[in-house]
């Protein structure tokens, strides 16, 4: 069993099939903010706030993190390509987006087995763990600590004062 979020690793979106994996170690150091995302969705949008976030912070060693999905009302149908090419051309995305994955059931990618582990959400003590919609997140301090988990309704500029606290510790 994997012991930290540095364990994990994921294809990038348009990667190709010669490029390696993407370790979450690269990311070390950094606070990230990992979103299950979509592009027919309701909170799609969010892009825009998270690709805000990126670029307000990227320079002080903050990362955002999408990785696709298409278990909540098929919302991410797309192929690769598509969804790359959506993400830019809607919302200028510059931040990391990986390849599509499940966030829930047998198939649920590693990294979010972990994260669902480390942040169970309210009614995680009850065996409800599982990620409820699209654009739910994680936040992750310099250390690779999972601290926070955020609902899909909560946009990502909310966010903004709890990323610059841990940006400010070292």
């Not at 087995?113 to 994680?138: C, D, V």
């Not at 310099?142 to 606290?165: F, H, N, W």
Request: aromatic share 12%.
């Amino acid at each position: 069993m994997n012991e930290s979020i540095y364990d994990f690793s994921a294809p990038l979106l348009n990667a190709g099939p010669d490029q390696p994996l993407v370790s979450l170690a690269d990311f070390r150091g950094k606070v990230l903010l990992i979103v299950n995302t979509a592009s027919q969705c309701g909170f799609t949008s969010q892009y825009a706030g998270l690709e805000e976030l990126y670029r307000s912070y990227m320079q002080r060693g903050f990362a955002a993190l999408a990785f696709p999905c298409n278990q909540f009302g098929a919302q991410e149908p797309g192929a690769e390509a598509e969804i790359g090419a959506f993400c830019e051309k809607n919302y200028g995305v510059t931040f990391p987006v990986f390849t599509k994955i499940d966030v829930n059931g047998p198939q649920a990618h590693p990294l979010y087995q972990f994260l669902k582990r480390r942040k169970p959400g309210m009614l995680g003590i009850f065996g409800a763990a599982g990620i409820k919609w699209n654009f739910t997140k994680f936040l992750v301090d310099r250390k690779g600590r999972v601290v926070a988990r955020y609902g899909s309704s909560t946009k990502p500029e909310k966010l903004a004062q709890k990323i610059e606290e841990l940006l400010d510790v070292l």
